[in-house]
Every structure is written in C-alpha cells, then in structure tokens.
DNA sequence: TTGTAGGCGTTATCAT
DNA sequence: ATGATAACGCCTACAA
C-alpha cells in the first residue's frame, strides 16, 4: 500500500497536522529546521505522495481544469491541448482532455462527465451554443469558471461567459481578395461539419461575402462534409466529377485536414493543384508545410489564444466576481503553395 | 453549490444511506417501489450526481485508468487512444491520456501523476525499459495494472507485467524484401527518437537483416532525428545534399510523419517520390492515403492492439494473482504508392 | 425497512 | 512549537 500522511509522520515522530503544514510549508508553523528536515526525509524514503482523491474531497478542488476538444484527430484541437496544458502546469494545473468526436450530442457527455470530477473549470469549443445552454447554466450553478472558445461572432446575444473569440472573417477575406487577385471568379467552401450540427448560416455569410466584391450567387456553391477524411474525399470528388467543366476554380475547406483530403480528390480527378484548382486551408497545422505542395491555410494564433484562455480562467478562479471578459483574435492568410492564377 | 446524496435523501424523505443503497441497485434493500421513486426523483430533480472525489476516497479506486502516449501529435497514438477509450467505456472504465512529448525524462512525470490520482492501472508505451522498472516496482507495489505497449521484443527479458506486443519484424522484413525485388541496394533507415531515448540496437538489427540478404554493410545508413517535423525535414535534407549520388535509392522511416517530412525534404532536395527515392513509413495512419502520393507503410493493428490491451487490463482488475500475459501481434507491409522500380 | 457510526487521507481550527 | 479533533461526501456494517 502506499505511504499516507500518517505513515509520514509517525516515522518522523510528529503528529499528522504537523507533517502536513510542514510538507505544504504554510508559515504559520515555527517548527525546528530539525523537525522540517525529519518529516522531509520520511516524505522522501516513503516516496509520499499526497492523495488527489482526499485532495480533492477536502479542499474541493483537485487542480485540474477540464478541455473538450471536437476532435483527437486534429492537429490544430491537439496543438491548442498542448499549449494550453503547458500554459496551465506553469501554475500548477493539471489538464484533462476529452474528445467528443465531433458529435454534438456526445458533447454534452464529455461536458458533464468533466464536471462530475470535481474539476475547477472547463474550456471547451463552442460549436452550437443553443444546446449548450442548459449546461453552461448548471456549470454557473456549480461554480464552475467556463471558457469558451468561438468562432463566427455571430449576431446573437454575447457569449454570457468568458470567451476567447477567433474571428474568421479577416482571414476570410484576405483569402477571396488573395483568390480574386489571382483571377478566380469560381468558388466553393467545403464546410466539415459535426454530427447533429448544421451548416447555419455559413453559405449565407460566404454568398454576401462573394456579392459585395461583384461575384453573382450563382458562382459559388456551398459544400458539406462530414469530418472524416474519407468522407471529404469521397464527397468532393464526386461534386468535381458531377460539376465537369463548370466546375470552380477555388477551393476554400474550413479546416487544413479536409483541404488535403480535397486535394487528393481533385487530383484523382485529373485536376492538378495549383494549376488546376486553388486551394485554401484553415488553421495552418504544421504538417502544411510538408505536404507536396505547401498549404496555403488561414492561420489561427493558438499559442496567443491558448494563453488567453489560461489567463482569463485563472482570474476566474480567483476572483468570482469580475465581469465576464471576452479576448478576441484575427485569423491571418498565409500564402504558401497552393494558389495560383486561374487558367485562361 | 452542488446537491450531495444528503440532500437527496432529505428530499425524498429517506435517510443518506436508504438513498445510496437505491440509487446504486443494491439488491439488499428492500424499499418499497413508491420510495425509489421518490429517491430517483428527487436525485433527477437535484441534478444529483455522485462526487468522485468522496467516490475515489472511500472505494480506492476512481474506475478510470490512465493512458500515456509519447506523442499527442502523431494520429497513430490518438487512433489506439480513441479505440482504447471506446472499449474502456464499453465496460465502465473512463480514461485519462497525458502525452511524454517524445521526452522520456518527462514521461516519468506523467506516470507519476497518474499514480497520484488513485487511477486503476496504467497502459503506456515501453520506450525504454530500463529507465522505467523503478516506476514499475512502486506501481506493483502500490497494487495498480501495468499494462506495456512493447516494441521489437529485444533479447531483453521478458517484460514483467502484461504487455502487448507488435512484432516489426514482420512488417520490415516484408519492407526490405519489397524493395530489394524492385532492385534497389542502397538503404537508408530514418528513426525519430525522443529525447533522452538511445537508437540502441536498431542500427545493428538494420545491418543484420540486409546483411542477411546479401546487402553489404556499407549500403545502408542510419540516420537518427527527434519528432519534430522541422527536424526530420532538416536533418533528410542535409544527409540527401551531402550524400550527393551516392545516396540511397530507399528510405524506411520509423514512422509515417517522418516519412511525410522526409518526402518533402526529398523534393526539395530535387529528387521525385518514388521515381528518385522510394520510401516506406510505419503506421499506416489515416492521412497517408490522402498525400500527393499514398504513403507505403508498415501497419500496425491497433484496433486489435487496443482490445487486447482492454482485456488484459480487465483481466488483471478482477484478479490479480493470474500470470503475466504478453499478446503478440504482427506488423503489416500495405504496399501504395511511394515506391517503384529503382532507375537503372 | 431505516438509522447510526466509522473511516477513507487531508487540512484547518483550536488548544496545549 | 506541536498535537488533538472535526470536517469534506460517500459507502458499509451493524443496530434498531
């Protein structure tokens, strides 16, 4: 069995309470630099280790803040986890992270399983906040801080919860005017979307996009997916092999997985990239870089959100009382390969 | 605050442990059917659900068990988390996953801290045995499952706990002998090792079995890099400047990231994949079906791995007095499209 | 059928 | 400067 408190002390020669304030070093024990030293040896010879469990039970909290990503999968979800672990150990949190598979439903498991550890506080990636909701409510009632990382800013009522917003309409648009430039006046947007999630007002928000800088409605067409790669092969090959010689010129996927499995698809069409077809990317995972041809992608700054994130859960934890804050981030075109002029 | 199974009891009109004894099926109750509804009732109501903390605490155990990967951002890892999870779940176990970041020296910290949270057993990933048999010894000690994911299974002896174990040879050799019938003769062996990890006898095994083919020790060559794709692309790219025409005409990498990276740098370094460089990976993760080329690689079967890895540990859970048992499971050669015919 | 008491490992309060 | 005691939420004997 494993060395509890009690172990500690009695082999020290002190009373538990005693071992404990001296292990914490709380200040408020004057004990001898002689007993200190005793009740730090024993610690050491037993390999004591403070229990989570009772931890967590008597100070009702174990250190440790939940994270819900939409996909393990992922590069860009698994790169935010890994920053944000770290950013979280520096103040001596741990992280525990859930996957909800890209399922909404699923989701709200991930969401209270997290809650039932006992855990101080959840980030998690606000995909449909509707059915949120009722949990966002029981996690306030719990006392538990909530991050939530957003997209879209959409026009609904401000996120009533810490929020770390990306917003994707600057990048967005750097990457039509990026295509414009280049020529295109064809245009498609492949959408992966999670189980049980729908498309919202995504084709409309592209379509306004596209109309303002003089391209007709009739140009561009809107394309979902699920966010299998499979599933992204397999769908957009079919609509590059339905839609023949009408088809667009520039692809924008929503993330830099599906980009790559699209690219994949267009090739086995018998379309090359770029010269083919252009294609953009979202979140610049790493990988890009080493691809036949380099991704062009629209970058999402997670080092600086990660560590938004971490700060505004921190503050939370200390403070209850503060208003609700929301930092917000720019996405960023990054112009690497896989773009060129449209073919005349 | 958070309703507790008191005031459960006090809503329903029952006493704390009339409530546990319903709420947890206990045979031994004889209540009546109106009083277990009133105590469901009234948990629904309070949105009760039991504290893991006092949970861990009183039982011992948290029915959760811990997972650790060396690599968060390698999809071969989070494929066997993802199915190791799944079949967990099936039989009422959660999981906790910290990744090594490729660093042995903090791998120990991750087994440590899942040591510390009362967690049930542990799987993780033998990179290096030697390093770890003290952390072994306090987990036997302490009474909690080991369960090792094992590699080549060196001349060592056998592992002392239960352990799942891909056999590589199978895979490699299947590897050598596909390049060799496409006439190549000039080999190089990328591997990726973590940090504080030794190549140790690989480069040895490697000359051993082409030597055995017929392959002069001079032909091939051992080129060590760590995980990051930055340096895998750095340190292929030299090796292929410098070696000039003498380089190899075939690459296995030691897993199929590198080998994407390795790829790149291959291009960049003017050469075409697989007309120049063949090259096989190991992993057969999803991805490799979408790049420029499919990616040759060697397989593992995780599916069957993390099933095995499950039964063990369920096994083990319910008696720990059986035998160690070591499952063993063979590597695949899946031929795609990163190799041909070498140019004469 | 229901209530009472003890303990899991820890920290906090109060007394010595 | 140190020690005894209670409490955190839950489960499990055992007593009523």
Known sequence: MRARLKDVAAKAGVAPNTASTILNRRPNSWASKE????VFD??????????????????GSFKTIGLVIPDLHNPYYTAFADRFERKLRDHGYDLIVEHSRNNIEFEMHCLESILDRQIDAVTYFVSDFDRHIDFLKT?????????????????????PFDSVEIDFSVGLIDAVEHLLALGHENFAFLCALAAGQEAGDRPQVFNEMLKERGIPEGNNVFIACTHK???????FKRFLLEAGDSRPTALIAMNDLS???AIRAAEDAGLRVPEDLSVIGVDNIPLGDYLHRK????????????????RMLLKRLSDQEIDFQTMRFDSKLIIKETTAKVRT
Chains 1, 2 share one sequence.
């Open 139 to 159: 996690a306030k009632k719990a006392g538990k801080a909530v991050v939530g990382m957003t997209g879209l800013s959409a026009a609904e009522d401000p996120f």
């Open 229 to 235: 790669m499979a599933n992204v092969y397999e769908v």
């Open 35 to 38: 007993t200190e030293q005793r």
């Open 42 to 59: 024993a610690a050491k010879e037993l390999g004591y280790r403070p229990s989570r469990a009772a931890l967590g039970l008597r100070m």
């Open 259 to 261: 980009a790559i499995g």
């Open 295 to 310: 991704l062009t992608t629209i970058e999402q700054p997670i080092e600086a959100m990660a560590e938004s994130a971490v």
